[in-house]
Each structure stands twice: as structure tokens, then as C-alpha cells.
């Protein structure tokens, strides 16, 4: 069997994860928002916005509180990512 499209399992997975790549999307788009307010306070207190150990920080945070089963290394890696997307689109 080749074709999966009509195996209402594969469909139900699939649907399921569509679901929770949008609330990915979503939750990635709050952050969005929310760093950006946090940057125009920071400028207009005169604080620096990118404060490299407070993102060790939270790397690391996530990474004691990760249940799994995403590993240590995975989560930094997403991590990572994230930090680096965000100061992009707020820059």
C-alpha cells in the first residue's frame, strides 16, 4: 500500500500534528510580539537589548525542565534557532 491518503490513522496522526504545528506557530508569534515590547523598553530606559547571559540562561532552564523526549542537545539546538529567528525579525 503506497498511498496512505485514505488509512484514517494516517489521516488522524496527520491532522493532529497540523494542530500542533499551528500552535507552534501561534506560541512563536507571541514571542514575537512580546520580545518586541521588551526591546522598545529597553531602548527607551537605555538598556542594552540582547543580554547574552540571560539567554544561557533560559537555554539552559529549558533544558533542566525539558521532560523529554526532545534530548538536551535538541533542545538547545531549537533553542538556538529561536533565539536567532527572533533578534532577525525584531531587529
Do not use: C, W
Not at 3 to 20: A, F, H, K, N
Not at 59 to 85: D, F, H, K, Q, Y
Amino acid at each position: 500500500m503506497t498511498d496512505s491518503g485514505p488509512d484514517p490513522t494516517i489521516r488522524e496522526l496527520r491532522q493532529e500534528i497540523s494542530e500542533v504545528d499551528r500552535t507552534i506557530v501561534a506560541a512563536v508569534n507571541a514571542r514575537l510580539e512580546l520580545v518586541a515590547r521588551l526591546k522598545r523598553y529597553k531602548e527607551e530606559h537605555g538598556f542594552a537589548f540582547l543580554d547574552p547571559n540571560r539567554e544561557r540562561a533560559l537555554i539552559e532552564e529549558l533544558v533542566r525542565t525539558n521532560p523529554g523526549p526532545l534530548t538536551a542537545e535538541g533542545v538547545r539546538e531549537l533553542s538556538t534557532s529561536l533565539l536567532e529567528l527572533t533578534k532577525r525579525h525584531v531587529q
